[in-house]
């Protein structure tokens, strides 16, 4: 889990785990931080993988598509898919959705 430091403003307790940023993606989000991050489906509790970016206040995703574990090429690009739905964005010292 990701501890909030001494004085930060999500916390005066070094203790104190610091909630999950709400918005998060590949190029605005640090790649140590990315590694813990899970973003979860708000209605199945179901990770989603291949995460671009996301926001959970909003409720989009932008991920690439994948099809029997693989990711899908178009051309000399991989296909994304951008959603709206309900989503979380937590913690996690399991696997991440980047």
Known sequence: MVKAKQGTAASDDA???AP???QVGQSITPVETLAR???VD?????RIEK???ADADAG????FVVEDGAL???GNRYRTIEEERK???EWTDGENSF
């Open 87 to 89: 989503i979380r964005i």
């Open 15 to 17: 203790d104190t785990i």
């Open 60 to 63: 989009k995703v932008t991920r």
């Open 37 to 39: 991050i899970a973003v």
């Open 72 to 74: 899908v090429r178009d």
């Open 20 to 22: 999950p940023p709400a």
């Open 42 to 46: 708000a209605e199945t509790g179901d």
């Open 51 to 53: 995460v671009i970016q």
